[in-house]
């Protein structure tokens, strides 16, 4: 019997369950690592040669290299393991957050000072808006 | 014997923690944040308690992939502020309170919830900001803290029903402790944010609302309700939100005792991403 996953129909969330922390180890660990100074400074000097010691996919890479942050959590990364990505780059979780909504920084900013995004229409994928 | 005089429930946001360390509390975007503390940090000066049990999520800085543990205790003599990235926030160490905790292990472990044990971890803004919050910018912590921590970073985390329960037990096991201390438990974390993909910067006012109120007075009902709730109305991170229940299961109303007096009830939007939500509640 297969497991019950009632919230992939949630729109705009991955929800980061067994299957995808099993898919994102490495990547995730990789993030891990940068919460030492010394391996923020070596990863700095030479991103791909740092990602290159970790067994990743490709993909995964490539994704961090672009600091595309979607695609890293399609394919298994978790926000709070790649804040350490932003925390290396100086980027705070806000900055980080609103890169992944297609919004401009400042967009995203004010959308939150107005009370932020509404969930009339955000519950379910396909749901009119 | 021990008791648990009150609970505090509030939001621990990181952003929250950067504000007071940088000198920042007085702008116009954090000044009504803090001021909805004020009345805490009065409150706690006249409470003292003698130790906190403090009721956190940790945000991949102790706990990598390596090790994923649904419930900790931590033990220990001391903890230091994690760096998480952007080095240590400039805060006290805390200091714990390894016999209490030890008992409350042995007492839940045999009241059937299997806690794992720490006796060494970093503490990061998942416990250090609610401390910041409650009792200010302060040279020393005025009491010890004992950290439990809860995963609600990998999915599925706890139930809302399994953490009540939890709640009891370790209400249970505080009020058989043999020394005369007055105990407070808090549940941290929340209230709706989402920091991952498109959905992010979803925000619920009125879901919120209906959490703080059924929190106060229906709280076997709301811990019945389902993760997919909390994660469709309160965004994926307001997951965190069933910590808020530990807390809530040990009140005495729950345990056969007296309503609580609501002390204190505060909502703002926003503080970075998050929805901030603080309650006081104290036991009769």
Not at chain 2, 155 to 177: D, H, N, Q, T
Not at chain 2, 212 to 234: F, Q, T, W
Request: charged share 20%.
């Amino acid at each position: 019997m297969s497991l019950d996953k009632p919230y992939t129909d949630v729109p705009g969330t991955t929800i980061f369950d067994a299957d995808m922390s099993r898919m994102g180890y490495h990547l995730n660990q990789f993030c891990m690592s940068l919460m030492k100074a010394e391996n923020r400074a070596r990863f700095k000097a030479n991103e791909r040669a740092y990602l290159d010691e970790w067994p990743m996919t490709e993909e995964q890479k490539q994704a961090v290299l672009d600091r595309d942050l979607n695609r890293c959590i399609a394919l298994g990364g978790n926000i709070y393991f790649l804040a350490k990505i932003g925390a290396t780059d100086g980027k705070s979780f806000q900055q980080m957050a609103g890169s992944m909504t297609g919004m401009s920084e400042e967009q995203y900013r004010d959308m939150m000072v107005k009370g932020g995004r509404s969930i009339e229409g955000n519950r379910y994928t396909g749901e009119k808006k | 014997m021990a008791h648990i005089s009150a609970s505090v429930y509030t939001s621990h946001v990181p952003a929250i923690g950067a504000a007071l360390d940088l000198g920042k509390t007085g702008e116009d975007y954090w000044k009504p944040v803090f001021q909805g503390y004020d009345f805490a940090k009065q409150w706690e000066k006249e409470q003292k308690p003698d130790v906190v049990f403090l009721v956190f999520n940790d945000h991949a800085t102790a706990f990598s992939l390596e090790m994923i543990p649904t419930f900790a205790i931590g033990t220990a003599a001391e903890y230091q502020p994690a760096d998480e990235g952007w080095g240590p926030r400039p805060v006290p160490k805390v200091i714990g309170h390894p016999r209490l905790a030890a008992h409350i292990a042995q007492s839940v472990i045999q009241d059937d919830f299997d806690l794992t044990i720490v006796n060494k971890m970093d503490v990061d803004h998942g416990l250090t900001v609610p401390l910041s919050l409650v009792f200010g910018q302060v040279d020393a912590w005025p009491c010890p803290i004992i950290p439990f921590a809860v995963n609600v970073v990998q999915y599925p985390v706890p139930s809302g029903r399994r953490c009540f329960m939890l709640g009891k037990a370790i209400r249970k096991a505080i009020e058989s402790y043999d020394e005369p201390l007055n105990v407070q438990i808090w549940g941290t974390g929340g209230m709706s944010h989402q920091l991952q993909g498109p959905r992010a910067g979803l925000i619920n006012r009125e879901w919120d609302n209906m959490f703080l109120d059924k929190l106060i007075s229906d709280p076997e009902g709301l811990s019945k309700v389902p993760h997919i709730e909390y994660v469709r109305e309160a965004g994926s991170e307001g997951i965190e939100l069933v910590m808020w229940l530990i807390a809530r299961g040990a009140m005495s109303d729950v345990n056969g005792g007296k309503t609580p007096t609501v002390r204190h009830r505060f909502y703002h939007v926003p503080a970075s991403n998050t929805a901030v939500g603080h309650l006081i509640l104290e036991n009769n």
